[in-house]
């Protein structure tokens, strides 16, 4: 009995030692494999991730929305940022201070004619507990004119006028220019070329000789009528851009599909294609503005402005050969320093919206 042969699949069986073995083998491979297929899936999941990671970083700036990330651009536009800040204190100063003044600028005091800058002497201020203390002060820190005006009160009151026409007569540029514009590119045939010729009649005009027919005819100039002038002659430039704007996007699909779906001409024009065109008509009337102030300042340097005793910053240059003969140079060299820099701030603003709405840069 002891020497009858084990059973095949009996325990104690070499068949069923060696099938053992080899199942035990074959589990501890197939337990190594499934933890390297584990090890690789999860580096898998890992490097998945980080390419997810890297795509949400490129693809977040396009979810912040153009404008916003023009906002972006613009902020770390330096030069812009510091132009925008001083514009800034120039406007808050030209509209509020005038407010406290009163008529100050307007005020004549014939005893101190063409009172020298920065001249200083002692005041004493009366504090509580019949204390005092004394510091220096200035009458008049810009001097006076020759009607013993103060001359900071005039060139801030100037800054109000000069700012206001610069201001209003861009966003005439604006109305008119971008409704003509608007309807030339969109509707184009008889419309267009009514639109454009008159355009071309509007730039064959000599402006200064229009200027003097127009004060001619109202007796004057005043503020509302420089204001019209240079907007009825100068919306051209903005409505030949609107024009090409029209002519570009009003063959565009996403317009085609408005218009397939039923879309009225006005909620086209309005919806979908102004929206669009925003961003050089904006460039273009930041950059306007500065050309309207030295317009104005040009023609009130001509006499043609606003005229005395309201003061402008052209206006009050219009006198420069008699400061200069009298040696007053600095009557001439304040409205000359804030036009220029109000000027150069205004390009500068209008350098870094360009700079930001440029599309190579979205």
């Not at 589990?27 to 890992?46: C, D, I, Q, T, V």
């Not at 006198?319 to 409205?335: C, K, T």
Request: net charge neutral.
């Amino acid at each position: 009995m002891a020497d009858q042969p084990l059973k095949k699949g009996m325990p104690g069986s070499p068949e069923l030692s060696n099938d053992y073995g080899e199942g035990q083998f074959r589990s501890m491979l197939g337990g190594n494999k499934l933890a390297g297929a584990l090890a690789a899936e999860g580096a898998l999941r890992k490097t998945a991730a980080k390419e997810d990671l890297v795509v949400a970083e490129v693809a977040e700036p396009s979810e912040l929305g153009f404008w916003r990330l023009s906002l972006m651009r613009f902020l770390h536009h330096r030069a812009a940022t510091v132009s925008l800040l001083i514009l800034a204190f120039i406007i808050v100063t030209a509209v509020i201070v005038p407010i406290f003044q009163g008529d100050l600028y307007r005020t004549q005091d014939y005893t101190h004619p063409y009172g020298l800058p920065f001249q200083f002497h002692s005041r004493v201020i009366a504090l509580p507990a019949g204390l005092s203390v004394t510091i220096p002060w200035s009458d008049h820190l810009f001097g006076t004119d020759g009607l013993g005006s103060d001359e900071m009160a005039r060139l801030i009151r100037g800054g109000r006028v000069s700012l206001t026409v610069g201001l209003l007569a861009t966003l005439g540029y604006i109305i008119i220019g971008g409704l003509f514009g608007a309807l030339a590119g969109y509707y184009g045939g008889w419309i267009d070329n009514v639109l454009m010729r008159m355009t071309d009649v509007i730039i064959a005009m000599p402006f200064i000789l229009v200027v003097i027919a127009v004060t001619a005819a109202f007796g004057g100039v005043s503020l509302t009528v420089l204001v019209a002038v240079i907007a009825l002659l100068g919306w051209f430039e903005i409505g030949r851009l609107m024009r090409a704007q029209f002519l570009v996007l009003r063959e565009s699909e996403f317009v085609q599909a408005a218009r397939a779906l039923g879309a009225s001409d006005f909620r086209i024009i309005f919806r979908h294609i102004v929206p669009n065109s925003l961003a050089p008509i904006i460039v273009s009337a930041t950059l306007g503005v500065s050309g309207i102030i030295l317009l104005e300042a040009a023609l009130g340097f001509l006499g043609l402005s606003i005229p005395p005793p309201e003061p402008s910053w052209g206006n009050m240059l219009s006198e420069y050969n008699d400061f200069v003969l009298r040696g007053q140079v600095y009557l001439i060299a304040f409205p000359a320093t804030a036009l220029v820099i109000t000027a150069l701030c205004i390009n500068l603003v209008g350098d870094g919206i360009r700079d930001a709405l440029d599309p190579r840069q979205r």
